[in-house]
């Protein structure tokens, strides 16, 4: 599992955190999972953007701020 050089730059503490959460979860977590978990851990405000696809469109329609 590779984090891009960007996430290390911009947030540290996100990326070493999702890497952690990576290595104990006993799962086959991919990076991108584990970073998301990692943030909206700390920033549960950023859900919309987080459950977003590169094209715009959201990925969840049940999430916060659906409605």
């Known amino acids: 599992m590779r984090f891009p050089l960007a996430h290390w730059v911009l947030a540290p503490r ?3 955190r999702a890497r952690r ?3 104990t979860s006993g799962l086959d977590m991919d990076a991108r999972t584990a970073w998301v978990v990692a943030r909206l851990t700390r920033r549960s405000e950023e859900y919309p953007y987080a459950m977003r696809r590169p ?5 969840d329609e049940t999430g916060p701020g659906s409605r």
């Not at 094209?55 to 990925?59: A, H, I, K, N, V």
Request: no cysteine; glycine share 10%.
């Open 21 to 23: 959460i990576a290595a």
């Open 14 to 16: 996100t990326t070493w």
């Open 55 to 59: 094209d715009g469109e959201d990925l």
